[in-house]
């Protein structure tokens, strides 16, 4: 479901029911199960429903404004490459438009020099984001007209902006009206190699468009939100007890073209209700008293441990051990990633209450002392499940404790491998394991739950699959732009997660008891929640919206207006495909690291994964500013120039065309371009050291290197553990002797991630 932010809120354990109380959306592994009293009131009213009818501009000039296609076409002759556009129908104005060869700032793409932007750097200052945001307002004084915007209603999004690699900037705004965010509505500006390739927007109200005046109090409009659902309790608990909101509105689905987006200012209420599931949501409009939305905005399941763990699930391998990564000291300060710290003298514990990752355990308290004279916190192995603990460590070192809290650890440390400067990757993460439920996991905007055996499933918080799922709610919600728009692309993102981690397509082996339904279309050796190979289901065909989502999906909220795990098959699908039937080596390690590469350094800008068309026959595309097609093929480009396409536009375009989520009239859309000459692969070889290894690779000429590595093997997910560094050697010390390593090495341009060399073969070292 969409989620959206809400602050903190406690959690409380009762005898018999156990109510997490949330601060956000919660995404769900699986559809939650059961009626209430709730559940049969949710709806969302047309109004409210995203929707972008986009059109080749070429197709639609006789109804676009006069100033607009002005604008247009003096910035294409201003253009020294091919640029076309897309129109969104709603507001008549240009949402989208591609291409290259526009100089911003000094880059491979252009001869700019520093002199060049003296009006908004300083004398030997450096191009940051404050210098983007003048630059790119400076280009809207100049080309607003295309977009329909005032650039004095923009303010920038930090978490949206800011440059993910060297050769890349996103600069990218809100629309504040009335000082009041216009939610989900944003004007962007991509640059590469120092050229503009991408500016649009999405969820402009169309021109003229004015803000709702309120007439409704919040009492009133809480007053309306208590009849709707026969009246609050005295046991509710309110997370948000009246804020207002100023939301884009479809005002029809026959609109005139240019008249078909407004704008709707709404009551917002949120709360929980003891003995229901869920944290919800009531939207009243602010001017006319009717009640818009009641809508559970829960997200939905994952797990990790030190000691013993499940690589993936109590299905698919025995338990092994692994290092607790930045664990607590009773000493004072944490274990480092190979979980080493310094030990002098006595007894240290540990409770798991760790850096970035804290675990509470409804089966109790969780506490390892050391062992005598090594200094050793060895929490163990043990059979069984739910409260089986190996007999030390407190009733809460159980399977579900210390997989979550490996495992949450590792995929936070991949996070911030990719995105450094994103501060919810520092922060520390609370997790519940063990919770009285059965059959599903979820996050709740502030915390990981994950619930015991029962009801035909396995212990949700043993499975690794799960953890990563909703752990990639939790980085949906965090990465800059806000939870997905709408819960397809949410699932998606969660799978996806946890896909990419452990190169598996079926997402939570062991979840069930025997193989996953498919939504009627049957995997055919998946026990968990989805299989996203096309090919392992009893109908081995390519999910799109017509084949899949229209015939198969109930009702919900994805982007087809559809049940959002449903609707997730298409996206997930398409990413799965690009790195395992599509690129080169498909299905290896090297097309694995194209695919880490793209997939993290989009995520603060992308948001739906695709537009869908819902009505007749489903279609669908990949043409809106965030659509995932679009993100990821700006972050592919390697010259400053998409029309000439991409070092993988081929690939990309075969995996996301073939599930109709690509935007095929974009210039160089399935065109295979490498603008720059990657360097020479650099040949790595490594040295066992005491707790440490020592790396060294061969130099490729002037580059730099990223640095890589995993516990799992050569075909696993990765860690970088060092960015753009122009040395050819490295002592790793967040190893731990008698634990074997995996490493590789790519080596690039200074300044051009996108133009990276393959990686290295593959290395593996055990420290002493």
């Known amino acids: 479901m969409r989620q959206n932010k809400r602050h903190p809120l406690s959690y409380v354990l ?13 995404q769900a592994q699986v559809a939650k199960q059961g009626f209430d009293s709730l559940s049969g009131l949710a709806f969302q009213s047309d109004l409210l429903d995203p929707s972008q009818a986009f059109e080749a501009l070429d197709n639609v000039q006789g109804f676009v404004a006069n100033t607009t296609l002005n604008s247009w076409n003096s910035f294409r002759l201003n253009a020294p490459a091919e640029w076309r556009a897309t129109v969104d129908q709603r507001s008549g104005m240009i949402a989208f438009a591609e291409g290259g060869n526009v100089a911003w700032i000094p880059g491979r793409g252009n001869s700019l020099t520093a002199n060049d932007l003296s009006s908004v750097v300083k004398p030997g200052g450096k191009v940051d984001l404050v210098a983007m945001e003048k ?52 004007v962007l500006f991509r640059v590469n190699n120092g050229n503009l390739i991408q500016f649009g927007s999405e969820y402009l109200p169309s021109p003229g468009a004015v803000v709702p005046p309120t007439t409704i109090t919040r009492s009133q409009a809480l007053a309306l939100a208590s009849k709707y659902i026969g009246g609050f309790a005295s046991a509710d608990t ?69 000691g013993g763990i499940f690589q993936n699930s109590p299905t698919t391998g025995s338990e092994i051990v692994r290092p607790m990564p930045f664990a607590n000291l009773s000493s004072g300060g944490f274990t480092n990633s190979a979980g080493l710290y310094s030990f002098t003298s006595g007894t240290v514990t540990s409770t798991l209450n760790g850096q970035y990752v804290r675990v509470v355990d409804t089966c109790g308290a969780i506490s390892q002392g050391s062992t005598a004279g090594t200094g050793d916190i060895t929490f163990g192995t ?18 579900a404790t210390r997989e979550q809290f490996y495992q949450v650890n590792r995929i936070k440390e991949v996070g911030r491998g990719w995105l450094p400067t994103n501060t919810w990757l520092g922060q520390k993460l609370r997790v519940n394991v063990n919770l009285n439920q059965t059959c599903n996991a979820y996050w709740n905007g502030t915390t990981l739950n994950f619930f015991k055996s029962g009801g035909g499933c396995n212990n949700t918080g043993m499975i690794a699959g799960v953890s990563l799922h909703e752990y990639g709610h939790g980085l ?31 997402v939570g082996p062991g979840f069930l008891g025997g193989n996953c339904a498919g939504y009627g279309n049957a995997c055919t050796s998946c026990t968990g929640v989805r299989d996203i190979d096309y090919a392992k289901h009893t109908s081995p065909t390519p999910a799109t919206v017509a084949n ?13 207006r559809k049940e959002v795990h449903c609707e997730s098959y298409v996206p997930s699908e398409a990413v799965w495909d690009f790195a395992n039937r599509d690129l080169p080596g498909a299905g290896t390690g090297p097309a694995w690291t194209v695919l880490d590469r793209l997939w993290y350094l989009s995520r603060n800008t992308a948001t739906s994964s695709f537009t869908c068309n819902h009505t007749g026959t489903f279609t669908s595309n990949g043409c809106s500013a965030g659509n995932w097609w679009k993100v990821m093929r700006a972050v592919d480009d390697d010259d400053g120039n998409l029309s000439n396409g991409t070092p993988h536009g081929g690939a990309l375009f075969a995996a996301f065309n073939r599930h109709g989520i690509a935007c095929t009239t974009d210039a160089g859309a399935s065109t295979t371009h490498a603008g720059c000459t990657s360097p020479a692969t650099p040949t790595l070889t490594i040295t066992a050291g005491t707790d440490s290894a020592a790396l060294s690779w061969t130099a490729s000429g002037s580059a730099v290197y990223d640095v890589f590595r995993n516990e799992f093997g050569c075909n696993a997910g990765f860690t970088k553990i060092s960015s753009g560094s122009s040395a050819t050697s490295l002592t790793d010390t967040a190893v731990a002797g008698g634990t074997t390593y995996f490493y590789q090495v790519t080596a690039f341009p200074s300044g051009n991630e996108a133009c990276a060399s393959a990686p290295s073969t593959c290395i593996t070292v055990t420290p002493h």
């Open 14 to 26: 009762c005898l018999f029911a156990l109510a997490l109380l949330a601060s956000s959306a919660v």
């Open 238 to 306: 309110f997370v948000d007890s009246g804020s207002l909101h100023l939301l884009p509105a479809n005002l029809a689905d026959n609109f005139e073209f240019g008249k078909g987006r407004g704008l709707v200012k709404v009551w917002q209420f949120t709360f929980n209700r003891d003995g229901v599931m869920g944290t919800w949501q009531v939207r009243v409009d602010a001017t006319t008293g009717a009640v818009l939305e009641l809508s559970d905005v829960n997200d939905y399941v994952t797990a990790q441990a030190t």
């Open 548 to 560: 899949h989502t229209q015939v198969r999906c109930s009702a919900g909220s994805g982007p087809c």
């Open 135 to 186: 630059i790119a307002r400076n280009y809207l004084a100049r080309n607003g007209g295309m977009l329909g915007v005032d650039s004095s209603t923009l303010v920038l999004n930090p978490g949206r902006s800011g440059q993910p690699a060297s050769h890349l900037w996103f600069v990218d705004f809100d629309v504040v009206r009335e000082g009041l965010v216009v939610e989900n509505a944003r």
């Open 476 to 506: 949906d919600q965090n990465d800059g732009t806000g939870t997905a728009p709408e819960g397809g692309t949410g699932e998606s993102y969660g799978d996806l997660t946890a896909t990419i981690a452990v190169h598996s397509s079926c």
């Open 382 to 399: 043990s059979t069984g499940t739910d409260c089986t603990t190996p007999g030390h460590g407190g009733a809460g070192n159980t399977h």
